[in-house]
C-alpha cells in the first residue's frame, strides 16, 4: 500500500494538512535499484523524485510523503492549509464529512444535528398559534419549521427571546438569541454552553464554554498529630562493593540492618539475627503493624532508596497502594494482611510510608545544624561492610572507607574515633552499625517534631496529611487563605491541561562560552511574582474558533512565519524524545 500525504514535515512529525490520504495498492512497482535504505531512520529515498518526496517504509507498508517547499516571501499560513476560514459557511444542512465545516463549530457534531433543525436568522417558519402555552406555562408564538419541527419562541425582551424546539411534538433542545449590531455578526445563539456568532445567516464562528470544577477550601486540623515514626535502613555493596548493575556506578545494595524510632521505644533489627535480610525487613513492618495503627513511618530518602526494599516485601503480605511520580514511590500505604494464598483478610490497621526527604528536602546532616538538633550524625565506614565481614572487630577501618574525600573536618573526626577504641576495646562493626543508625532515626524525629509542631501552632495544619514541601505550602493556603466564593481557582480539564502544557516551556540556561572577560552579568529579581501580578486568563475557559485574534485573551493556536535571516530564533520546538530548541530550518512553527 502506497500512501500520498500532502502537507508539511517536521522530522518525523508530520502535520497532516490536507482532507484527503489517498491509499493505492500499487507497492510492487516499487524497484529496489531505485532505491537508497537506511536501516537506521528507516528512510528510503527514491532517486527518480525530487526532494520534496519520501518513501517510508514500516511492518510492510511502503508510506510516500510529499510535502511542499514553503517560501518566507509568500502567505505561507494561506497556502499551507485546505482549510480555508475566511469560506462562508451556507444555511445549509451542515455536512459531516466537510472538515472546514466542523472545524467552525469545534467539532461539536451533536450541535450540528441542533443547527440543522433551526434557520440561522429569526425566521422560524409559519405561525401556527399566537397564543400557545407549554406545559410548563411559558407563553408565545408556536412556529411550524419542518413537516415534524415546531419552534416555540417566548420570552422576547428588547434584542433577547428564548425558545424551544419540539421535533416529532417532543422537545428537542432549548435556546437564546440576542440581536447585535457590529460589524463581525448580528445574532448570537446560545444552545447549551455554546454561543454561534452569525452574520447574515452565515456562521462566522462559535465559542463553547467548558465547565470546570473550583478548587475546594481544606479545614483546620482540630488536633496536632503526632503519631509519627521514623526509621532507616542500612546496606553494604554485594561481592566486595564491585558488582555494578550498570556503567553509571549504580551498584546494587542488600539491607543488613534496620531500625525505627518513637519518643518511647526503638527497635533495631540485623539480618544475621534472620534467614535473609527479607526475613528482618518483615518482621521490622509486622512490629510497626502491631503496635503503631495509623502512624506515619518517614524514611529520609524513601522515594530513591528505602522504599524498593519495602516494596518487595510489602507487595506479597499486605494490601498496598502506593503513589507514585518519576517512576518512583513517593507514599506507600499498607492496611490489610495477606495470607497463604494472597486472599485479603480485613484487620483495622493502617501505615503510611513517606518521604521526610520530600517534606524537609536537605541531607539529614544540614537539617541536624538547621534545627540546632543535639543528636548528631555519626562517621561511619560505609564503603568497609560486606556480606563476609559484618560480623568484623577489630582496628578502626581505613579512612578511606569513611569518607570519598578528603577534607579537615572530616580527618579531625576520624582521629576522634581513636579515643574509644584499643586492643581491649576493639572497634565492633555491629555495635558501631547500631550506633549510627540511632542517631540517625533519633535525629531524624527530633526534626520532624520541631517541624511538625511550629507548623501545626503557626498554620493548624499537620504535616503528615502531606507528602512534600510543595504540597505542604498549597494545603496550608488552600486552609488559611483561600476564598472559594471572593477568589475561586479552577480546575482545567485534562484534555485542555494537555492542550496548553503543550506551549509551555521552561527558559534556556546554556552556557556556550564559559569564559569571558570585561562581561556585563543581568539578572532579574522576583520576576515570576512580578510576572504574576500582571492580568492572568483564569475562571472557565471558552474554546473558540474565532480567527480575529484581537478577540482573545488566553492561549491560541497560531501559524507563525519565521523570518528567514533570524539570527537568533526565540520560538521553542520540543521534538518526539522532549528535547527542547529553538530552530533556524523551521519555517512554520504550530504553538
Known sequence: MITYIEGQILTKVISLESDQILKRNDSN???????????????????????????????GLVIQFKYRKILISKDVHKSVSKIKYSDKLKVKKIDFKKSEELIKINNNKNLIKYLNVIPLN???????????????????????????????????????????????????????????????????????NNKIFIKDNIIKFMETKIISKLIEQKKRAIINDNKIITADIECYLDENNKNKINKENNYKFIPYSCMW????????????????????????????????????????????????????????????????????????????????NKKIKKNTFNLNFKDSLLLLPMSLEKLIEDF????????????????????????????????????????????????????????????????????D??????????????????????????????????????????NKNKTPIHIPRLAQYNEIKTAYFGGRVEIYKPYGEDLYIYDVNSLYPFVMLNDMPIGDMTKSSDTNLYNYFGFCYVTVNVPENIINPILPFRDEFKNVYNPKKYSLINI
Open 441 to 482: 532515626v533519633k535525629s531524624l524525629y527530633e526534626i520532624i517534631e520541631i517541624f511538625n509542631k511550629e507548623i501545626y501552632n503557626l498554620e493548624s495544619y499537620n504535616i503528615t496529611d502531606v507528602i512534600s514541601i510543595s504540597s505542604l505550602a498549597l494545603n496550608i493556603f488552600l486552609t488559611n487563605y483561600y
Open 29 to 59: 512497482n516499487i524497484e529496489n535499484n531505485n532505491c537508497v535504505i537506511s536501516i537506521k531512520d528507516e528512510i528510503i529515498k527514491d532517486k527518480n523524485v525530487e526532494d520534496s518526496e519520501f518513501l517510508y517504509m514500516e511492518d
Open 122 to 192: 429569526s425566521k422560524f417558519g409559519k405561525i401556527i398559534n399566537n397564543n400557545y402555552k407549554s406545559n410548563d406555562g411559558k407563553k408565545g408564538i408556536l412556529y411550524k419549521y419542518y413537516s415534524n419541527i415546531n419552534i416555540f419562541i417566548y420570552n422576547q425582551e428588547n434584542d433577547f427571546y428564548y425558545g424551544i424546539v419540539y421535533k416529532n411534538g417532543n422537545e428537542y433542545f432549548k435556546f437564546k438569541d440576542n440581536i447585535v449590531n457590529n460589524n463581525e455578526y448580528d445574532l448570537i445563539r446560545e444552545i447549551g
Open 261 to 340: 524510632y518513637t519518643k518511647k521505644e526503638n527497635k533495631c533489627y540485623i539480618s544475621m539475627e534472620f534467614n535473609s535480610w527479607e526475613d528482618m525487613i518483615e518482621r521490622f513492618i509486622e512490629d510497626l503493624q502491631i503496635k503503631f495503627n495509623k502512624y506515619t513511618i518517614y524514611f529520609h530518602n524513601l522515594s530513591n532508596f528505602d522504599g524498593i526494599f519495602l516494596l518487595k516485601i510489602l507487595y506479597k503480605k499486605y494490601k498496598t497502594k502506593i503513589l507514585f511520580k518519576d517512576e518512583k514511590s513517593i507514599s506507600i500505604n499498607i492496611s490489610d494482611k495477606k495470607d497463604n
Open 372 to 439: 540546632s538538633i543535639e543528636t548528631k550524625k555519626l562517621p561511619f565506614p560505609y564503603w568497609f561492610v560486606t556480606k563476609n565481614n559484618i560480623n568484623y572487630k577489630g582496628e578502626i577501618p581505613n579512612y578511606n572507607y569513611y569518607y570519598k574525600y578528603f577534607n579537615l573536618e572530616n580527618y579531625n573526626n576520624y582521629l576522634r574515633l581513636f579515643k574509644n577504641f584499643n586492643k581491649d576495646n576493639p572497634w565492633n562493626l555491629i555495635e558501631e552499625t547500631k550506633k549510627y543508625i540511632f542517631n
